[in-house]
Antibody
Framework: QAQLVQSGSEVKNPGASVKVSCKTF????????VSWVRQAPGQGLEWMAW????????NSAQKFRDRVSMTTDTSTNTVYMEMRSLRSDDTAVYYC????????????????WGQGTLVTVST | QSVLTQPPSVSEAPGQRVTISCTGS?????????VHWYQHLPGTAPKLLIY???NRPSGVPDRFSGSKSGTSASLAITGLQAGDEADYYC???????????FGGGTKVTVL
């Protein structure tokens, strides 16, 4: 059974960077893509970005394209998401999740999800 | 303003039926892209409830069902239970934006 375990909460100053890890278990790492979704306080789910773990291809929402990068480590089956130039409105819970479609896409839905990582951006 | 539009909230008594609409456009649901539904309980990770329009993952009760028609989709919950109180989100792919999109979410309250 696939499982994703994310790194712990972070507190960052505005302008800083944060790197969230997502360690995966229980499936062949390169068979599926991984999406990142966030939820700001009182807000809904917001899809951020996706990486095809097999070939490293990435896609992200326009608003994150210049600030978000994703990498993978096949030796530890871990996906990383780094966000730069943090602002107060980046305060949110960040989730990684497996994309269940063909060729690593999300066409089959997004599941399972990691437990979430709270990133707080504040002075 | 989400690409997919959901009602902010719905409420009904225990045992009753609720439906949640998800209205899109010709670049997402209307383009034939699959619709998926998630249940999100406070403090937990979202859970896939319905995938590819009307399919239930193993372990999801048949009280939950999904449908899709034209540029819209719906999630129905029958035999409403207290444990169904949660936020529900639809999700699809948008060809114009070239990315996944979520609805704004619907809070289900069991009266």
């Amino acid at each position: 059974q696939a499982q994703l375990v994310q790194s712990g909460s972070e507190v960052k100053n505005p302008g800083a960077s944060v790197k969230v890890s997502c360690k995966t278990f229980g499936y062949t790492f390169t068979n599926y893509g991984v999406s990142w979704v966030r939820q700001a306080p009182g807000q809904g789910l917001e899809w951020m970005a996706w990486i095809n773990v097999y070939n490293g291809y990435t896609n992200s929402a326009q608003k994150f394209r210049d600030r978000v990068s994703m990498t993978t480590d096949t030796s530890t089956n871990t996906v990383y998401m780094e966000m730069r130039s943090l602002r107060s409105d980046d305060t949110a819970v960040y989730y990684c999740a497996i994309c269940g479609g063909s060729s690593g896409s999300c066409s089959g839905g997004i599941d399972p999800w990691g437990q979430g990582t709270l990133v707080t951006v504040s002075t | 303003q989400s690409v997919l539009t959901q009602p902010p909230s719905v409420s009904e008594a225990p045992g009753q039926r609720v439906t949640i609409s998800c209205t899109g456009s010709s670049s997402n649901i209307g383009a034939g892209h699959a619709v998926h539904w998630y249940q999100h309980l406070p403090g937990t990770a979202p859970k896939l409830l319905i995938y590819v329009n009307n399919n239930r993952p193993s372990g999801v009760p048949d009280r939950f069902s999904g449908s899709k028609s034209g540029t819209s989709a719906s999630l129905a919950i029958t035999g409403l239970q207290a444990g169904d109180e949660a936020d529900y989100y639809c999700q699809s792919y948008d060809s114009s934006l070239s990315r996944e999109v979520f609805g704004g979410g619907t809070k289900v309250t069991v009266l």
